[in-house]
């Protein structure tokens, strides 16, 4: 407790969110308790109690940052509806597995159990609010490829539970990186299983796709050949001609000496 008064009410505050945001994630809202908090915080009970006024007070500020830090990933990730379809889903897809990469901690908080007081915004209600977007757009895909649209709000679940439920296996089978398994995501959603590639991989985001696109840019524009007639044709030799028909009695072929002859080959 002696080393309380060293910090200041705001970083006080900001200790007891790191410390509650690392206890919720590993032991669940229902086995953390005051006591807990401030014995990690090394602070007595009623501190805690001044800053939140209970561990559900600190429960909701916790998940309100997580919830707006990923609500602002993917909403990024979905805000350019005009482009490939493919670069959406792969864009999105990144978009939570770096959340999770990057925040750990609080991306278990959101997926555990939560209290009887759970705030409103919750993580099953910001997945609603990225289904409907992730909606929207199908709509708008499924009617350009003439598609009844009927079945579009069962999709975007499908799309949106398997990335997440895959997020969370991963979050704890860390066994690949988030892009080869953001291009497997992308294989099953974007292929369908009967179409799955041996080898996935990103084409649109991604730190490969991004070099491979700069590597494509940089390179020379293809080499034209044009080829034009020669004005005096008949002057040019004949490749049926009886002298220099071959003596095999095979098909006489053309050569690129002969090709010259009737034609002029330059670069364009």
């Known amino acids: 407790m002696a080393n309380s008064s060293r910090m200041t009410s705001l970083q006080r505050r900001e200790q007891l969110i790191r410390i509650g945001r690392s206890l919720f994630a590993s032991k669940g809202f229902e086995a953390v308790s005051v006591e807990e908090i401030a014995a990690s915080a090394k602070v007595s009970k009623p501190i805690v109690y001044e800053h939140f006024g209970g561990k559900e007070g600190l429960y909701a500020v916790v998940v309100d940052r997580e919830m707006r830090a990923l609500t602002e990933a993917l909403s990024s990730a979905l805000a350019t509806p005009s482009d490939h379809p493919r670069q959406i889903v792969e864009r999105t897809a990144l978009a939570l597995l770096t959340y999770i990469e990057e925040n750990a901690a609080g991306f278990q908080v959101l997926v555990r159990d939560s209290p009887s007081t759970d705030p409103a915004g919750s993580f099953s209600s910001l997945l609603g609010e990225v289904s409907m977007k992730v909606e929207e757009l199908l709509v708008v895909s499924f009617k350009q490829r003439k598609l009844p649209t009927k079945g579009v709000p069962y999709y975007a679940q499908m799309l949106v539970g398997m990335t997440v439920f895959t997020g969370q296996y991963w979050a704890d089978q860390r066994k690949i990186s988030k892009e080869q398994l953001a291009a497997h995501i992308v294989n ?8 799955l590639e041996a080898k996935p991989t990103l084409r649109f ?5 991004k070099r491979n696109a700069a590597q494509t840019a940089a390179l020379p524009s293809p080499a034209v050949i044009t080829v034009e007639p020669v004005e005096d044709a008949d002057a040019a030799p004949d490749p049926h001609d009886e002298d220099d028909a071959p003596r095999s009695g095979a098909d006489p072929e053309l050569t690129l000496d002969d090709v010259r002859g009737v034609f002029r080959v330059s670069p364009a």
């Open 188 to 195: 099953l959603a974007w292929h369908g299983l009967s179409r």
């Open 205 to 209: 985001e991604g730190a490969k796709a």
